[in-house]
């Protein structure tokens, strides 16, 4: 209570959005004390149309050893939105989306602090397996990343053929929904049993996100998913994310302005580990209220 | 200021010497090789692959004499160190590749590399101590498990570098959709990297076969074929590279002539084992 009360002091806004996620979520679990906010500028936001959170991250530092890698981030991410994460290379934008599906998990120096909620509840908590978060919470990567020796098909439903779903009807009926909704399925549909690595590299990305949809998750994270394709594939993967907003919440890296500008409801600048700046990507595109955001997205530095 | 002519020169004299340690290199292979077959060619016929070995007086009076049961004995001895020696290399390797950050890693590492350089008689006399006393009774179950010893070093080091070179990002791939780590390593790292898997899995059988001294006090050698199945297991039983040394030293120049002949189904298993490892290497996706 004394620690809360001193935070309150300190740093009044983000008390405020602690109360307000205890009475969204009537938080599930006891209470953290989570350690006092650094001098980080941290801009409050208008509430985004009355939409609810799907996920929020309090406080958060990921560390490498000693390395801090992203600091202190208090960051909501709402329902059913496209969130773009901008920022300069090794300002910490993947090593914060890693934290979000406990990929950090892998590496033993790597320690995270602070809470990830999904839903209301840590996903680092004790008694959560890492396994069922990454379901809920898929993953694209910068490079299509195929399994070398599976089909096009078994790529695709690899999520639940691995874990013991054999039904054959079903597997076919994700299957096909996935690479639908992957905007891939009228390329591949004659060659299903053909290898996954057999195809161009805009399809193999295609393919990687299909995956990430079989297994039905609620939150998409993409990593730089368009890096390594050329713009015509770029084109495709990006209607795909428009078109998927309305059925998945989506977390994006980019380094493509543009792309962020074109894509996302909301976006989040980071700095040198730290986030400056949130906010709708309207405001931050043509208002940003930190010099350092309107110097990046002006292109003077990054 | 060197002249281009003399930069040439040097340049073609070091190519030389480059091409001339491949022929040292070579040579004593090609040697080894062509000896062992003009030697023991003469030898080599059906009674050699059909007939046991029996006391050194069948070979004196003209008898039809062989190697056959240490042929079998050889494949009996090895096929059971590589059952014993499989699995758990496999799982050592993939221990070693796969859980780097676990506390036993550098332990295990360590450990392996030890075995590996630890010399082959003394794989023999532990395999002695473990299942030879116990037993009462030298066996090819004690020869498979000292073999095993030779084995599983090898296996579970060319295992961790065949999986090693899976990239990284085809984990991260697997666990992004939920799958368990185990089930990452089982259905996607490891068929991606199944003919290193074969290969180093064959090198480690071709070294292993090829090994005479953990077979001295544990399979032991035995002249005759033994009169069931099971008696290659529980008893003493011949093995190719054990028989080469006892023919070896042997006084009798018809058993000389067999060992040479010995030497040559023993190099020929080898080299095939190699071949088909080589084969597997250069097999992509």
Redesign the interface.
């Known amino acids: 209570m004394l620690n809360n009360s001193a935070k309150l002091l300190k740093t009044p806004f983000t008390h405020l959005k602690d109360i307000s996620n205890l009475l969204m979520h009537q938080a599930s679990g006891p209470a953290r004390a989570s350690k006092p906010v650094s001098g980080v500028t941290f801009t409050p936001e208008p509430a985004s149309g009355g939409k609810k959170f799907r996920m929020q991250t309090r406080n958060l530092t990921v560390r490498y050893g000693t390395t801090i890698g992203v600091e202190d981030v208090t960051l909501p991410i709402y329902d059913k939105e496209v969130l773009a994460l901008i920022g300069p290379s090794g300002c910490g934008k993947t090593t914060y989306l890693r934290a979000l599906n406990r990929m950090h998990d892998l590496t033993r120096i790597a320690s995270v602090t602070g809470e990830v909620l999904l839903d209301g509840t840590d996903i680092y908590g004790n008694d959560i397996n890492p396994v069922n978060i990454r379901r809920r919470i898929g993953m694209v990567f910068q490079k299509p990343t195929p399994f070398p020796t599976m089909s096009i098909y078994d790529n695709v439903v690899a999520g639940l053929k691995l874990v013991g779903i054999r039904k054959k009807s079903l597997l076919d009926e994700v299957c096909e929904r996935a690479l639908k909704q992957a905007a891939l399925f009228e390329e591949v549909k004659d060659r299903l049993r053909s290898p996954g690595a057999g195809l161009s590299g805009g399809q193999q990305q295609r393919l990687s996100i299909a995956r990430a949809l079989a297994v039905d998750p609620e939150v998409m994270l993409m990593d730089e998913p368009t890096s390594s394709l050329d713009p015509q594939s770029t084109n495709r993967i990006e209607e795909l994310i428009h078109t998927l907003k309305e059925q998945v919440t989506i977390v994006i890296v980019t380094h493509n302005m543009q792309q962020a500008a074109r894509l996302s409801d909301r976006t989040a600048f980071f700095y040198v580990g730290h986030l400056i700046e949130t906010g709708t990507t309207n405001d931050i595109f043509t208002k940003p209220k930190e010099t350092r955001t309107e110097e990046y997205i002006s292109g003077r530095f990054g | 200021m060197k002249t281009m002519l003399q930069r040439n020169i040097r340049d073609r004299f070091m190519e030389g010497l480059l091409v001339l340690s491949t022929i040292i290199v070579l040579l004593p292979l090609i040697i080894i090789i062509a000896h062992v077959i003009i030697h023991g060619i003469g030898a080599l016929n059906w009674d050699f692959f059909t007939q046991e070995l029996g006391s050194p007086s069948r070979a004196l009076q003209g008898r039809p004499t062989g190697l056959v049961h240490t042929i079998l004995g050889t494949l009996v001895v090895d096929f059971m160190a590589l059952t014993i020696a499989l699995p758990v290399g496999l799982g050592a390797g993939i221990m070693l590749s796969e859980y780097p950050?676990h506390k036993l890693n550098p332990v295990l590492r360590v450990m392996n590399d030890t075995l590996n350089g630890m010399p082959a008689i003394l794989k023999g006399l532990l395999a002695f101590v473990l299942i030879v006393k116990p037993m009462g009774t030298f066996s090819g179950f004690s020869g498979g498990v000292a073999l095993s010893f030779v084995m599983l070093p090898i296996i579970a080091r060319t295992t961790e570098s065949a999986l090693m070179s899976?990239?990284w990002?085809?984990?991260?791939?697997?666990?992004?959709?939920?799958?368990?780590r185990w089930?990452v390593v089982l259905?996607?790292v490891m068929?991606?990297a199944?003919f290193g898997l074969v290969t180093g899995t064959l090198i480690a059988f071709a070294r292993a076969a090829g090994e005479a001294a953990p077979l001295l006090f544990t399979s032991f050698g035995n002249n005759y074929l033994p009169n069931h199945w099971l008696g290659m297991i529980l008893g003493p039983v011949d093995t190719l590279p054990q028989r080469l040394y006892s023919l070896a030293i042997s006084p009798y120049s018809h058993w000389h002539n067999m060992g040479w002949a010995a030497a040559i189904v023993l190099l020929v298993f080898v080299m095939l084992t190699f071949a088909t490892a080589r084969f597997f290497t250069r097999q992509k996706?």
Do not use: Q
Request: net charge positive; aromatic share 4%; charged share 25%.
């Open positions: 950050d899976i990239p990002s085809i984990r991260e791939a697997g666990l992004a959709i939920g799958l368990p089930r259905s996607t068929p991606a199944r996706f």
